[in-house]
């Protein structure tokens, strides 16, 4: 049983507040990403819940107890930092060991399972190397087997996967979730890789300036953000964002005009007429209008990835980037005309915030 | 010098682990209590108890009697311990100060005083000078592409190691009367010289002994800063065609000053204290031309028949307020020196 | 051209140029300089008492030959001497009568000649007086002198790593109220050396009992504010995360010093280990002050006890001179690279 519970947590380094009213509920087993900018307080959060750093106001509640006050050691918890923080002048062996030998557990059980970790992250033939002497790669299996050899209730990763390569990355994401349905553990990761969030996550947590800015699962940031914020920060490319009015339109849907004067219609209940919109959509829900009668854009650069080509494009004095399926024979300075599928049209109003579906 | 870069750190501790092994297991015993502490005070209980002992032994044995200092130097008396002392106010700093004019020693209540100062005087002055400019030429040879630099600088760096007992002996042996300076001499034929026996020969050995036993550790300080130098400065006035001595006074002078700062300043601080070589070589003398104030204080607050104590403090303390003064100054210059080198 | 371009070239150039003379000429002075009088040193403290007083002195410690000779009971020296017809013949000197010296065949003292001085030129040999060495541990109680020194040495170093490296952890690794003021105060100190503060010091070894006690000597040199400096400097780069991760690790605050702190903190340790070695047994003036026991001398007082004395025995002073200066000799020899760069990187001696 591994529940954790985050409330009214404030936290102010001398007189720089880093975290506002943080509330947060992780149940057992899940695994809950930190995502947001650099310098937001992800990391700062993590210590926090990890005991390396006191909360200013707020509480920390563990399985139902308030653990304000216990230190680190005392929580059950296990961190893998983002340098690795492995003891330099300690063997692999020594390094996983550390732990079990602070809480006096017999020699044997210490063995047993730093053998059974070893076998389990494949480091067997490193054991007695110090991690001067390892890859990048292994010294992130080495971090993450010190973390589990003491059976925590919850892990917490602070970055884990930043100091490695692309690709490294990639094949380290996919072992670590196999590594958490095969621990049934709760995992707290932080990132600031929307990528790495998506993948992982059971549920999201955005943070920005120290605020939650919405939590949910991966699709539910993806398919309703719950502001431009989110919705700019989830998704690659970006989302493409449009400014414009409410006008008057026909039925029971808002109709918008963009600044360019093309006309759109979108998906939530009708709005007052003059009232300013910021219209987003995914470059993926992005199409060619076969007709012409879509919106007319300026190409600015083609990118052939091969399944998929990114156009970059102006129109109406906006930037917009679009992921057209296929290869297409599209050249710069060529005048497209977009067509925006209306399924999936976001609309933010002034300050940021989505605007309701219709009903 | 960083963590990651020490690579013979795992080396050396696996090695210091086996053979430390007592002190391994008297760490896991004082843990024990420093676990106690640690769970009733927290962690603020542990770091106090990291810092009580040295706080602990610096407060009595610096701190305390710098204190102590001052008010000895308030006292007269030949009692040693504080509260069988008499008070005597500023009579003490008269007694030093008392000259009818300064530039005549003779002419002053405490003559010996005003001798061993201007000694001192004149050795900081004529020592510091010379020892930096013997190490900066130093610096500037060793500096240069040459084979087996290591053995150079260790020819001109050992003497640093010696104590000053053993380099004032080894000289002493070499400027006796039938020593090896004397033979070599007569080898040219010139009469026997009773080298520490004469005034200003005796002055001139200690500045000299003093040279020889420290070059090496300006020297040292010096040629890092030479080395810090960035090569392709020079590359750049080589291909420019700039003259050598151009490339001295512009380049290599300018950046190396910062360093030479702390040098000179460590020299003087170094110098105003002046005491063990120049005590066995001379022993102060002849008379007291090479008397300097380390010794006088020494001699009047302690190995004299009737120790003057009050005397000696009132003396320690006009000498620390020069030193103070200079390691303000040093440290002034230190914290600039790193700012530049931000930079 | 001026002195400055010869001190300016760094890089060789084909030819030998003018500067490079002189730089060769720099450094050939310099070792004879630095090196001559240490050399001249070891020599000399082979030498036995007769030949150290002659002048002038020659280089190696040559003594004249000496032959047991029947009817004499100590050995008399041997002697080249020229006959008046020009034959060379070895013999001993039985006397000195002014300038006329008694000479004996070695085979037939009984018949002696007279032979002017000038006319003989002894028989030398090359001989260690080894007994500078040995005598001065057997009668002169150099021994003890030796074992107060490495006492001292040892002592005083254990205790200085120790303390100081606590004080350096505490200071550099927690955020305490004080701290600021605890610094600032040992960088006061920083400036005020130990031969300003005799007397006062001397009052307080003596309020405590630790006059003329080794102890005495050891303990106000232990807490020094270069030490703290050195190693507070060092561990400020270790990262806080080991800690950090330690701490996660279950292990106490001071587990944290002695199993991840000190251990990472080695290089600095080692070179603060050496210093404090080259410090404590070079010291002179606080020794001088404490110590007034002849039993309790260290080895530079003794040395300087010795010396002091009305006839000077240099034979015995400059041997145990040599003795002296060999744990110094062997750390400098195995911990060169070491220590120059200790010194290069902390600037302190
Ligand atoms: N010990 C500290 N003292 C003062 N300010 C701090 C401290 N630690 C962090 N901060 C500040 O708190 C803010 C949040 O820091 P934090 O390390 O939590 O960011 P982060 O989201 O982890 O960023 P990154 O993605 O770069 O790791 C930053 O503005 C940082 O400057
Ligand atoms: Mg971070």
Redesign the pocket.
Known sequence: MSHLELKNVSKS??R?D?LHDIDLEVMDREFVVFV??????????LRIIAGLEKVTSGEVVLDGKVVNNVAAADRGLAMVF?SYALYPHMSVRQNLSFGLENTSTPRAEIDARVGEIARMLRIEELLHRTPRQLSGGQRQRVAIGRAMVRRPGIFLL??PLSNLDAELRVTMRAELAALHKRLEATMIY?T?DQTEAMTLADRIVV?RD?RVEQIGTPLDLYNRPANRFVAGFIGAPHMNFLEGRFVVGEGNSAEVELDGGHRLTLPISVRPAGEPVMVGIRPHHIGLDAVGAGIPAAVTLVEALGPETIVHAEAAGHRIIAALAGQRRIAVGETISLFFDPQHLHAFDSEGRRLPEGA | MTVESSSEAAVSSRIAGILLAPLRWAMGLIDLPMSWVQRRLGTGGVVAAMLAPNMLIFGVFVLFPMFLNVLYSFTGGGALFLESRVFVGTEQYETLLDCRTYLDPASCREDRFWRAAGNTAFFVIVQVVLLVLVSLITALVLNREMRARGFWRAVFFFPVLLSPVVVALIWKWILQRNGLLNAALAQVGVEPVLWLVDRNWAMFWAIFLSIWAHLGFYTLILLAGLQAIPADLYEAAEMDGTPRSRVLARITLPLLWPSLVVVILLALIRAVQVFDEVFVLTGGGPGSATLFLVQYIYETGLAQQVRNLGLASAASILMALVLVVLTLIQLSATAWRERREKR | MSIGSFLTRRRGGASWHFTDVLAWIWLVSGLILMFGPVIWLGLSSFKTRAALSEFPPTLLPYETRMVEVEGHDEPLPLYRVTTEDGEERLMVQVRRIGTMAQMADPEHPEETVRVPLQAREPVRELQLATENYTEPFERLNFLRFFYNSVFVTVVATIITLIVNSMAAFALSKYEFKGRAAVLAVILATLMVPLSVIIIPLFSVINGLNLFNSLWGVVLPTVATPTGVFLLRQYMLTIPDELLEAARMDNASEWKIYWRIVLPLAMPAIAVLAIFSVMWRWNDFLWPLIVLSDRELYTIQVGLNSFQGELNVQWQYVLAMTVVSMLPVVVIFAFLQRFITTGIASTGIK
């Open positions: 380094f001398g720089v880093v947001g900018p650099s310098g937001c307080g992800k990391s700062t959060l983002q602070d970055e932080v600031h943070l120290g």
